[in-house]
């Protein structure tokens, strides 16, 4: 069984920051694409940013230049950096990761993140 817990989720006034993390635990053999993805009220969950085993990343159109995705292999962690937060940031953020060897896909519980005064 594969757990993503996320964390770093929060309020934050528009021009702020916040750093989300997501810790993958339980039995697995390794992740090859680990990423974000969000969903705000009323709309689809959306790729935010995703990053291989080897430090390839991708980034949505909306948030380049705002955010940075990384990823510590020896840890099973991602972490999303994101910068310059606007009000069409706020969306719950869920944590994705795809088994390497199974390619089964795991999500975590989601983190809120608002950006609002």
């Known amino acids: 069984q594969v757990q993503l817990v996320e964390s770093g989720g929060g309020l934050v006034q528009p021009g702020g920051s916040l750093r989300l993390s997501c810790a993958a635990s339980?039995?697995?053999?390794?992740?090859?694409?680990m990423g974000w993805y969000r969903q705000a009220p009323g709309k689809q969950r959306e790729l935010v940013a995703r990053?291989?085993?080897?430090?390839?990343?991708e980034y949505a159109d909306s948030v380049k230049g705002r955010v940075t995705i990384s990823r510590d292999n020896a840890k099973n962690t991602v972490y999303l950096q994101m910068n310059s937060l606007a009000p069409e940031d706020t969306a719950v953020y869920y944590c994705n990761a795809v088994e390497r060897r199974t390619g089964l896909q795991y999500w975590g519980q989601g983190t809120q993140v608002t950006v609002s005064t």
């Open positions: 990053i291989t085993s080897w430090g390839s990343s």
């Open positions: 339980g039995t697995f053999f390794s992740f090859d694409t």
